[in-house]
């Protein structure tokens, strides 16, 4: 498979590639199947991905589902109406929009993410508060659920949230928890509802 790079303003076809590198402005105009995409400048793909590694650092919009191994953001990604992200790994310190649904094996964000569910194994949401992230993307995460065995959230507004050990941080506004096992919560969180056999304590 051959490799390609976009340095300044090009478009791209889709298929399958090697790596593809878009430091410039780039455009892909089909399904875009890769083993790495890596973005620092601004790169839109009006069709499916699907990559072994995704890096962001500048700014990526994708009109389809992205499927990953692993995904890196500390730029801007948006995927478009009705489209889901599906990833082993998602490490995210910069901004991530879904308007599906997000489902990873892990996640850690210290970004925010604005998305209607994000599910998986391990979830971590530490919203910006302040520092250069506060600047540059939404201070609270907001989503519609969170379902995962293990959860731990900050800055993060959700309508439900289930899952055996969960933990809501300071800045979290949640409308209900559904916990199975070890519920822990900050003082200044907001909780609407508690269900699940649980034990509660706080941080």
């Known amino acids: 498979m051959q490799d390609t790079r976009i340095d300044g303003m090009g478009t791209i076809a889709g298929g399958e590639y090697g790596s593809v590198k878009v430091s410039g402005m780039g455009k892909c105009t089909g399904d875009l199947a890769a083993q790495s995409l890596s973005v620092s400048g601004k790169f839109t793909c009006q069709g499916k ?23 890196s953001a500390s730029g801007r990604l948006v995927l478009g109406e009705g ?25 850690k964000a210290e970004g925010a993410i604005n998305a209607r569910e994000v599910v998986g194994d391990r979830i971590q949401i530490i919203s910006h508060s302040r520092g250069l992230g506060a600047l540059l993307f939404p201070t609270l995460s907001t989503v519609g659920m969170v379902e995962a065995t293990t959860i731990s959230l900050s800055g993060v507004r959700a309508d439900t949230v289930s899952g055996q050990n969960v933990t809501i941080g300071p800045r979290c506004e949640i409308g209900q928890v559904d916990c199975s096992g070890t519920l822990s919560v900050h003082r200044s969180a907001k909780i609407g509802r508690v269900t699940g056999d649980c034990v509660r304590q706080g941080l």
């Open 49 to 71: 991905l699907k990559v072994g590694k995704l890096t962001c650092s500048g700014t990526a919009d994708f009109g389809g589902d992205i499927s990953a191994a692993s995904l």
């Open 83 to 107: 489209c889901n992200l599906e990833a082993q790994e998602v490490r995210c310190s910069g901004y991530i929009r879904v308007e599906g649904q997000i489902s990873a094996d892990f996640l």
